[in-house]
């Protein structure tokens, strides 16, 4: 499967890599949209969160651990965590991620 973030999970592609763990990989995101905007995958693939959810929720909790250590480590007096689902939702690439944002005052709602 030609998918670029498996690659970047195996090394293929280079990327800033922040933190691993065994079931999840967390790298810089190439056009960040806050001081702290971290990507944090599943090595294993899934298209989006609902069917990692449904197939290995510990690699879906591990996304969860590795962004509070990395928030914990950061000092980050808070951080917002999502995951875009679907294209109308603004998800590009189909192999689910966890985005950490971070390191500055965030609105809400989302646009
Ligand atoms: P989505 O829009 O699917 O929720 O998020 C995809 C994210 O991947 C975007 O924030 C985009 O900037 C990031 N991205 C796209 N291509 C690359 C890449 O080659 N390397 C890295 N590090 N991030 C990428
Ligand atoms: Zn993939």
């Given at each position: 499967?030609?998918?670029?973030?498996?690659?970047?999970?195996?090394?293929?592609?280079?990327?800033?890599i922040v933190a691993k763990?065994?079931?999840a990989v967390a790298f810089?995101?190439?056009?960040?949209?806050?001081?702290?905007?971290v990507l944090i995958i599943?090595?294993?693939?899934?298209?989006?969160?609902?069917?990692?959810?449904?197939?290995?929720?510990?690699?879906?909790?591990?996304?969860?651990?590795l962004a509070?250590?990395i928030?914990?480590?950061?000092?980050?007096?808070?951080?917002?965590?999502?995951?875009?689902?679907?294209?109308?939702?603004?998800?590009?690439?189909?192999?689910?991620?966890?985005?950490l944002?971070?390191?500055?005052?965030?609105?809400?709602?989302?646009?």
């Amino acid at each position: 499967m030609d998918c670029l973030f498996c690659k970047i999970a195996s090394d293929e592609i280079p990327a800033t890599i922040v933190a691993k763990n065994d079931l999840a990989v967390a790298f810089d995101d190439i056009n960040p949209q806050a001081p702290t905007h971290v990507l944090i995958i599943p090595t294993t693939h899934h298209d989006n969160v609902a069917e990692l959810s449904a197939a290995d929720p510990l690699a879906l909790q591990a996304l969860f651990s590795l962004a509070a250590e990395i928030a914990a480590e950061r000092g980050l007096n808070g951080y917002r965590t999502v995951f875009n689902t679907g294209a109308e939702a603004g998800q590009s690439v189909f192999h689910a991620h966890l985005h950490l944002l971070g390191g500055r005052a965030l609105q809400w709602p989302p646009g």
